[in-house]
């Protein structure tokens, strides 16, 4: 059975950096593109960023790049993404989310999907 | 804004038919077969309904189907179900090399 698990969330002041972690299991990790997705309270799905198997391809959405990173370390079956100079319209739920397949940008998107972690941006 | 449009809402009786729309453009819906469909129940993560246009993971009812006509996307569901009423989304890949959503859309059973 897939599993993800996000942690890392809190509240935490504009500007402030905070790195949010994704444990899988239940899958070959290191065959799968991964993603993240964020949810703002009451609103839409946002894709943030994506992630091939090896690292190779990356890719952000306009809203967050150049302020977060997104990483894996397949030794450890994790995902990560390092958010830096956070905003207030930074706070949502984020998902972690497991790709169709292992190129992130050859067109596949999300099967599998952790339950999320929040993080509030308030001062 | 959302790239890509869905209506607010719908709502449809059991038994009967409703199909959801995803509106882009030539560069996401209309470039590629490549859109998705996902099901969110209140306070739950989405769940894969369809992918890549066509392709229904196991376990998922075949009274969800989908079409693609130039730039839009449908979703529709058959035979409605209590338990379809949730929020529904699309996705779509991107000349860009990103992926999008649809803003959502709210399915009621009346």
């Known amino acids: 059975e897939v599993q993800l698990v996000e942690s890392g969330g809190g509240l935490v002041q504009p500007g402030r950096s905070l790195r949010l972690s994704c444990a899988a299991s239940g899958f070959t990790f290191d065959d799968y593109a991964m993603h993240w997705v964020r949810q703002a309270p009451g609103k839409g799905l946002e894709w943030v960023s994506g992630?091939?198997?090896?690292?190779?391809?990356?890719?952000?959405a306009d809203s967050v790049k150049g302020r977060f990173t997104i990483s894996r370390d397949n030794a450890k079956n994790s995902l990560y993404l390092q958010m830096n100079s956070l905003r207030t319209e930074d706070t949502a739920l984020y998902y972690c989310?497991?790709?169709?397949?292992?190129?992130f940008g050859s067109g596949s998107s999300p099967d599998y999907w952790g339950q999320g972690t929040l993080v509030t941006v308030s001062s | 804004q959302s790239a890509l449009t869905q209506p607010a809402s719908v709502s449809g009786s059991p038994g009967q038919s409703v199909t959801i729309s995803c509106t882009g453009t030539s560069s996401d819906v209309g470039a590629y077969n490549y859109v998705s469909w996902y099901q969110q129940h209140p306070g739950k993560a989405p769940k894969l309904m369809i992918s890549?246009?066509?392709n229904r993971p196991s376990g998922v009812s075949n009274r969800f189907s989908v079409s693609k006509s130039g730039n839009t996307a449908s979703l529709t569901i058959s035979g409605l179900q209590a338990e379809d009423e949730a929020d529904y989304y699309c996705?779509?890949?991107?000349?860009?090399?990103?992926?999008?959503f649809g803003g959502g859309t709210k399915l009621t059973v009346l």
């Open positions: 890549d246009v066509s």
């Open positions: 992630i091939s198997w090896n690292s190779g391809s990356i890719g952000y």
């Open positions: 989310a497991k790709d169709m397949g292992a190129y």
């Open positions: 996705s779509s890949y991107t000349s860009s090399t990103t992926l999008e």
